[in-house]
Every structure is written in structure tokens, then in C-alpha cells.
T-cell receptor, first 111, second 110 residues
Framework: DTGVSQNPRHKITKRGQNVTFRCDPISEHNRLYWYRQTLGQGPEFLTYFQNEAQLEKSRLLSDRFSAERPKGSFSTLEIQRTEQGDSAMYLC?????????FGPGTRLLVL | DAKTTQPTSMDCAEGRAANLPCNHSTISGNEYVYWYRQIHSQGPQYIIHGLKNNETNEMASLIITEDRKSSTLILPHATLRDTAVYYCIVARGNTDKLIFGTGTRLQVFP
């Protein structure tokens, strides 16, 4: 399968713990996006990379959140000191000249 | 905020055409209309996009009005697997972040 992959698919953690998610984009795509989706809502933009450069960050991305794309290929999203309000689906997308293509998401539950 | 307005929900009989409307009256000249859908617990799936001409692919057709203030996504022969939330989004192209609204929940029934 040559689509966008995300790991893990599910994560349960206790409040205050740190978590890290990984996204592997479609190989020839140089743009990579992170979104967050809570129950009943559409996805919300978090941040965007072109190659290894992080070009835009949403105000939703508090200082507890950090994203990296060190070699312009895979990306990681880390949440430090998780809070119950961080419980959501975290989606990654990569884009070509046509459109953004999404991965299956990582569902985070903070207890 | 999302720049589009869609009905909250729609029903369609299996085998019939599903016509999903979207209003985007404030669309700019350099913005495209994108359609995505999201089946329960999965990531959004790209369907189709267009600038001002009508577009068709293996999944759907997109009809954009001449003034570009509204569009309709057409699924020609809906199946039960087309049951999903459909999002209409305007964006400046593949580099732009996507701003999702709450979409239209399409229920296809037997």
C-alpha cells in the first residue's frame, strides 16, 4: 500500500504523560499536514511542512505540542504533559499537485 | 471558519443518484472547490476538485455554477458503502490548509 500511514492507530495514556505519533507520507509528496478531529466535528488544521521546513502553525498548537519532519520524509507529532482535552483523532495528510491525501489517523484517549 | 454551507444530512436510495449541494458565495477567484468524504472512524478521502469547469472522475461528478457561488457533488449510483460525511471545502490549491465545516451526513438506504 503506497498511501499515508500513521502509527500507532490507537493510544491510551494517563494525564500528564508524553505521547508521540508518527506519519509516513506518500513517498513523492513534499508537503505534509497535521490535523486534529474531535467527536462530531470536522478536522482542524494544526501545522504544515514543506520538506523539512515547518511553514505554518495553528493557534490550536499550544506549546505542549511539537512537530518535526527532520529529513523531509516522515513526521512526528509530540504532545507533552497530556490533558484530557487532547483526546481526539490526529490525522496526517500529504499532498501532491492534485490534493491532500489523508492517513487513517491516530486515536488518542487521555484518562 | 469554513467558507461553505451544506445541509446537515441527506438520504438517498441505493442505486439512485445522490446530489449533494454546497454554497460558497464568498469564494475567491483563485480558490478551488474540493470534496472529501469520511466514513466512520477513517481518515477523510479525497473525491474530486474543480476551479470553474465541471469535473468528472471514477468516483463522482462536480457541477460548479457559472458564478461559482455554489456547487453540487453527484454520486451517480449510490451504494451502501457511500454512507459517509461529505465535506465541501474551498481552498487555494494543494498548498493551502483545508478548513472543514461539519459536512453533510449522507445515509444511503436499501
Amino acid at each position: 500500500d503506497t498511501g499515508v500511514s500513521q502509527n500507532p492507530r490507537h493510544k491510551i495514556t494517563k494525564r500528564g504523560q508524553n505521547v508521540t505519533f508518527r506519519c509516513d507520507p506518500i513517498s513523492e509528496h513534499n508537503r505534509l499536514y497535521w490535523y486534529r478531529q474531535t467527536l462530531g466535528q470536522g478536522p482542524e488544521f494544526l501545522t504544515y511542512f514543506q520538506n523539512e521546513a515547518q511553514l505554518e502553525k495553528s493557534r490550536l498548537l499550544s506549546d505542549r505540542f511539537s512537530a518535526e519532519r527532520p529529513k523531509g520524509s516522515f513526521s512526528t507529532l509530540e504532545i507533552q504533559r497530556t490533558e484530557q482535552g487532547d483526546s481526539a483523532m490526529y490525522l496526517c495528510a500529504s499532498s501532491s499537485s492534485r490534493a491532500q491525501y489523508f492517513g487513517p489517523g491516530t486515536r488518542l484517549l487521555v484518562l | 471558519d469554513a467558507k461553505t454551507t451544506q445541509p446537515t444530512s441527506m438520504d438517498c436510495a441505493e442505486g439512485r443518484a445522490a446530489n449533494l449541494p454546497c454554497n460558497h458565495s464568498t469564494i475567491s477567484g483563485n480558490e478551488y472547490v474540493y470534496w472529501y468524504r469520511q466514513i466512520h472512524s477513517q481518515g477523510p478521502q479525497y473525491i474530486i476538485h474543480g476551479l470553474k469547469n465541471n469535473e468528472t472522475n471514477e468516483m463522482a461528478s462536480l457541477i460548479i455554477t457559472e458564478d461559482r457561488k455554489s456547487s453540487t457533488l453527484i454520486l451517480p449510483h449510490a451504494t451502501l458503502r457511500d454512507t459517509a460525511v461529505y465535506y465541501c471545502i474551498v481552498a487555494r490549491g494543494n498548498t493551502d490548509k483545508l478548513i472543514f465545516g461539519t459536512g453533510t451526513r449522507l445515509q444511503v438506504f436499501p
